[in-house]
């Protein structure tokens, strides 16, 4: 899945596409309008820098979006959205 005409481009691979169908509807629509915050402003207030890698995460609830920015190709790439507590495994 891809968002344009941000400033900055999202991605999504198609494996998180379908584990984010499985979440209950009223947490993905407010995870998809904090995903698509992050095409206007991809380090909002609250997002961490992850320990491990160049990754960041973002919260929603009990749910996390891990992501990384490419600032040069202005390219922010969803890699894990899932529940706090099997997020980071």
């Excluded at 400033?7 to 984010?20: A, S």
């Excluded at 040069?72 to 099997?86: F, L, N, P, Q, T």
């Amino acid at each position: 899945m891809i968002f344009l005409s941000r400033p900055y481009t999202l991605r999504m691979k198609r494996i998180e596409e379908r584990e984010l169908r499985r979440l209950p509807s009223r947490d993905v629509e407010r995870i998809v309008r904090v995903i698509e915050s992050l095409g206007e402003s991809p380090r909002p207030t609250g997002c961490h820098k992850l320990a491990t890698g160049d990754g960041f995460r973002v919260r929603q609830g009990d749910y996390r979006i891990l992501y990384t920015i490419d600032d040069e190709a202005r390219v922010i790439e969803i890699y894990k959205i899932g529940h706090r507590r099997d997020v980071y495994r």
